[in-house]
């Protein structure tokens, strides 16, 4: 229920008092807090203040505002998002072991035309700039996890996110405007995996595999992240459809949802890009 003078809820208010704390800021003042939220002072102090004493803030003794550890807590224990990282990790691991690059686990949010990150290993040393951090959102149809995911989705699912590309993109000359962005998903549905260089960081090129979980519904994507001068598919794609072949058994799959074979394909056809 609206009990403010602009309309909000209680719920809505909250969600952007936590939402105020990102990796760049996560110690806030009351002050950057209202600011962040778009909150008065008063408000977003009381909001905090009350998040605070529930222990899903924690409050400095200086006043400052960080996020409590019953907000971790709270998700580690009951988040099915946590299942999937935990269950996924130790095939990251393998993977990063193979090829010594990034490697990432996503799911998607069609709704929102986004991907969001769970997990993630780091290639140190590697000049590579990654955006694809872990708790980071970026576009669906930017990133290859993003276009793994999507072309295995149910096909009502698939043409909304088709929608919000259309409302976000108005030229047909990107990479997703919607005629390219079927043909892309077709392809990715012929090779079982995703193959994007140059979009987000144009030194890059990112590989991504689609992981299935019970009645083989796509729930993620495995990605590897690696300098376009390096590029190597002959190297990445063997480790990294084996990988998403077993976290999918391990998430519950009925049946292998894809394997050797479909890699075989691309490379017979070529990457979709």
């Known amino acids: 229920m609206a009990n403010s003078s602009t309309g909000d809820s209680v719920i809505h208010r909250v969600a952007r008092i936590l939402e105020a704390f990102t990796r760049e800021h996560p110690v806030l003042t009351p002050a950057e807090l ?21 222990g899903l803030l924690a409050r400095a003794e200086d006043g400052r505002f960080s996020v409590g550890a019953r907000m971790w807590e709270l998700a580690a224990r ?4 946590e299942d999937f990282r935990r269950r996924g990790l130790p095939f990251l691991e393998g993977i990063h072991a193979a090829v010594r690059q990034h490697v ?6 069609v709704e929102s035309g986004t991907v969001l990150y769970v997990e993630r290993l780091e290639q140190h040393g590697n000049a590579v700039r990654n955006l694809g951090e872990v708790a980071a959102r970026l576009s669906l149809t930017e990133t290859s996890p993003g276009l793994a995911i999507l072309a295995h989705e149910a096909p009502p699912a698939r043409e909304r996110a088709l929608a919000v590309v259309r409302e976000g993109h108005s030229g047909e000359g990107t990479h997703d405007a919607a005629p390219h962005l079927r043909a892309t998903l077709a392809e990715v549905r012929h090779t079982g995996y995703a193959r994007l260089a140059g979009v987000l960081v144009e030194e890059n090129v990112g590989y991504a595999v689609p992981v299935f979980g019970p009645g083989n519904a796509v729930i993620g994507a495995i990605s590897v992240v690696m300098p ?7 190297l990445v794609l063997p480790v990294l459809v084996a990988a998403g ?4 058994r391990a998430m519950g799959a009925e049946r292998r949802p894809y394997g050797e074979r479909a890699w075989l394909r691309g490379q017979r056809t070529g990457p979709a890009s």
């Open 104 to 109: 990432s686990l996503a799911v998607a949010d």
């Open 245 to 248: 072949r077993g976290l999918s």
């Open 228 to 234: 376009l001068a390096e590029d190597r598919p002959e």
């Open 78 to 81: 009951s988040n099915p998002l």
């Open 34 to 54: 209202a600011r962040a939220a778009g909150l008065s002072t008063s408000t977003a102090h009381r909001l905090a203040t009350g998040l605070a004493a529930e």
